[in-house]
C-alpha cells in the first residue's frame, strides 16, 4: 500500500503479522524493508504486527521532489505512519542506518513507543565508517601510517576507496557477511531493488547525519533491547559499548551484520524473547 506524507511524498508499507504493533526501520542508507520482511516473517508474523516502511527516496517509496531528507523529515514521516494507522503504542525496531532513526523517534516520541530494538545499529556513523575503513585496510595488507580523518568529506571520500578496492579483491562481503553464500542469498532479493542515490548522496553529505547520537541513549527510558553481531565490521563488533541505555539489554549474535539473513530463526527468537519479557 502507499500513504501520502503531508509534504507530498508517497511511501510505499506493507503491514503484516499478527500481535503488538512493530515498525521496521531499514538501513543503508538508501535500502529498503523488503529483504527483513523475506527472511523473518514466518519467525515474527505470529506475534508481532509489523509495518514495513521503506523511507522517502528509498526501494519502493518516491523521490521528494523537495530534496527534503532531512533528520527531522525522516521522524515525522515515521510519527506520520503511526497517525495514519492510529496506533497509540508499538515497538521501534531499527537496523543499521535505521537505528539512528529509530533513537532519534523514540527520543521524540517516547510516549507512542513500547519498547526500541536496534539490531547491527549504528548511533555514530563517524566512527562506523573509521572502522571500516581501518579494517578494510587491513585486509587490504595496507600498513603505512593513515592521515586523520577528522570531517565528513574525507570519511566518506576514503570510505569509498577502501570500499573499491574490497571489492576489486573479491573482500568487499567481510565488512558485512561471514561468508560469500550469505551475501549471495541477500543478493538474490535484492535484485529487484531499482537504486535511487539521491538519499544515500544527500545523507552521506550532511553533517547533520555524522554527528554522535549515542548521547541520546542515557535519555531514552523506554525499555531496549540491543542486538550485535561478533563479525559485524559495517558497524563495528563493539559499536554497542558506547551506549548507555538505562533499561537496556544487550545480545551479541556470532553473526555479520545482517544476522535475519544469516540465523532469521536465532534472531527472531531473541526479538520476540524481548517483546514477551516487555509485555
Not at 527516496?57 to 523521490?63: A, F, I, N, V
Not at 508499538?90 to 539490531?119: C, D, M
Request: overall charge negative.
Amino acid at each position: 500500500m502507499h500513504i501520502k506524507t503531508s509534504d507530498g511524498v508517497t511511501l510505499y508499507i506493507e503491514k503484516e503479522g499478527a500481535g503488538v504493533p512493530c515498525i521496521y526501520l531499514h538501513g543503508g542508507p538508501g535500502y529498503w524493508s523488503k529483504s527483513f520482511q523475506h527472511f523473518t516473517s514466518e519467525f515474527l508474523h505470529g506475534q508481532l504486527e509489523i509495518i514495513y516502511l521503506d523511507q522517502r527516496g528509498c526501494g519502493r517509496s518516491d523521490l521528494a521532489e523537495n530534496g527534503d531528507y532531512s533528520l527531522e523529515r525522516l521522524i515525522r514521516d515515521i510519527e506520520e505512519v503511526r497517525s495514519y494507522f492510529q496506533i497509540e503504542e508499538w515497538y521501534v525496531l531499527g537496523h543499521s542506518f535505521g537505528g539512528l532513526l529509530a533513537v532519534n523517534y523514540t527520543h521524540r516520541f517516547p510516549e507512542h513507543t513500547k519498547g526500541l530494538i536496534l539490531t547491527n545499529s549504528t548511533l555514530n556513523m563517524a566512527d562506523s565508517f573509521t572502522h571500516q575503513i581501518l579494517k578494510g585496510q587491513e585486509w587490504l595488507g595496507i600498513t603505512e601510517k593513515l592521515n586523520p580523518i577528522n570531517d565528513t568529506s574525507n570519511i566518506v571520500n576514503t570510505f569509498y576507496s577502501t570500499v573499491k578496492q574490497l571489492i576489486e579483491k573479491n573482500l568487499f562481503y567481510k565488512l558485512q557477511f561471514k561468508t560469500p553464500e550469505d551475501e549471495q542469498r541477500l543478493g538474490i532479493i535484492d535484485e529487484a531493488l531499482s537504486p535511487q542515490p539521491d538519499f544515500q548522496q544527500y545523507i552521506f553529505s550532511n553533517e547533520e547525519y555524522f554527528q554522535d547520537f549515542t548521547h541520546l541513549t542515557a535519555k531514552v527510558k523506554v525499555p531496549t533491547f540491543v542486538l550485535s553481531g561478533l563479525f559485524d565490521h559495517s558497524v563495528g563488533p563493539r559499536h554497542q559499548e558506547s551506549f548507555h541505555f538505562p533499561n537496556g539489554i544487550y545480545k551479541q549474535l556470532v553473526s555479520g551484520h545482517h544476522p535475519y539473513v544469516e540465523s532469521p530463526a536465532e534472531f527472531s527468537r531473541a526479538i520476540l524473547e524481548f517483546v514477551l519479557d516487555n509485555n
